[in-house]
T-cell receptor, first 113, second 111 residues
């Protein structure tokens, strides 16, 4: 299994809603990532988990809250988002270490109304 | 610095070769990657090169690395319409889990 699975594929939420994005991989990877991608732009790193511990937070607003319940799962909890947070949210995983290949999920397209 | 630059757009005829270029600024990069993104999809790793290599060939793909000039290129031989997508180069920074993406090049292949 070489897939990273993200759910849901599409999400529409209001600014007062609370929702969660989910990501799962069964490749034994111990590093997992959240990226945000606006249209026609490159992905921007948000968070990195290494061995289920948060290792990088790229100064992301607290309305985004990541969680790594175990080595196969990664969640991104969303609360009180703004319309400018609308984007494609990509999850990725890799072996831990320098320069390891990232495997990406197909993303969740989020629209905040 | 962590800027990775690419030209925005490339249009080629089916069957021709495509060359997508990338310049980066961080000399401590360990690996450099090429990813492909089709509309509405995630990123697919195409190929990668270790920073102490200068060339890597993988079927229709050839990666060239000029470390002195911090220039990376991806050549796609016999380009097909299915190669139409956005191509991102990316560099992994030494001793981090960070991957820095280039600005992306949209490749359009016409018959």
């Amino acid at each position: 299994d070489t897939e990273v699975t993200q759910t849901p594929k599409h999400l529409v939420m209001g600014m007062t809603n609370k929702k969660s994005l989910k990501c799962e991989q069964h490749m034994g990877h111990r590093a997992m990532y959240w990226y945000k991608q606006k249209a026609k732009k490159p992905p921007e790193l948000m968070f990195v988990y290494s061995y289920e511990k948060l290792s990088i937070n790229e100064s992301v607003p607290s309305r985004f809250s990541p969680e790594c319940p175990n080595s196969s799962l990664l969640n991104l909890h969303l609360h009180a988002l703004q319309p400018e947070d609308s984007a494609l949210y990509l999850c990725a995983s890799s072996q831990v270490g320098q320069g390891e290949k990232l495997f990406f999920g197909s993303g969740t397209q989020l629209s905040v109304l | 610095g962590e800027d990775v630059e690419q030209s925005l757009f490339l249009s080629v005829r089916e069957g021709d070769s495509s060359v997508i270029n990338c310049t980066y600024t961080d000399s401590s990069s360990t690996y450099l990657y090429w990813y492909k993104q089709e509309p509405g999809a995630g990123l697919q790793l195409l190929t990668y090169i270790f920073s102490n290599m200068d060339m890597k060939q993988d079927q229709r793909l050839t990666v060239l690395l000029n470390k002195k000039d911090k220039h990376l290129s991806l050549r796609i031989a016999d380009t097909q319409t299915g190669d139409s997508a956005i191509y991102f180069c990316a560099e992994s920074l030494y001793n981090t889990d960070k991957l820095i993406f280039g600005t992306g090049t949209r490749l359009q292949v016409f018959p």
